[in-house]
């Protein structure tokens, strides 16, 4: 069974930065991504990225997040930079077994789940 555990979340101002981070423990991974939700919102991608490190990108956060990925170590990250208000969020870690040559998938592709980050960006 795999586990997915979130760390780097909390309370950052305006235009600050933060690091998400994602540790796949049970398996080995395919590809993997971050999605965040706001209460009476539907989950909505930040970025994914492959096996191999093709990455795709929300619209609203390209240009200020990079994800990456260490294989060896079944973990993925989330640089955020300039966050603003709009990305205050519960941010969640996803993950397949499957490697799909594309990054950009559906969330149903997605077999697990994380139990989520909170970030909380404040003026």
């Known amino acids: 069974q795999v586990q997915l555990v979130e760390s780097g979340g909390g309370l950052v101002q305006a235009g600050g930065s933060l690091r998400l981070s994602c540790i796949g423990s049970?398996?080995?991974?395919?590809?993997m991504a971050w999605y965040r939700q706001t209460p009476g919102k539907q989950r909505e991608l930040v970025a994914a990225i492959t096996s191999g490190g093709l990455t795709d990108y929300s619209d609203s956060m390209k240009g200020r997040c990079t994800i990456s990925r260490d294989n060896a170590r079944n973990t993925i990250y989330l640089q955020m930079n300039n966050l603003k208000l709009d990305d205050t969020a519960v941010y969640y870690c996803?993950?397949?077994?499957?490697?799909?040559?594309?990054?950009?998938?559906?969330?149903?592709?997605?077999?697990?789940w994380g139990q989520g980050t909170e970030v909380t960006v404040s003026s």
């Open positions: 049970g398996s080995s991974l395919g590809n």
């Open positions: 996803a993950a397949s077994r499957r490697r799909y040559t594309s990054a950009r998938l559906q969330p149903s592709n997605y077999e697990y």
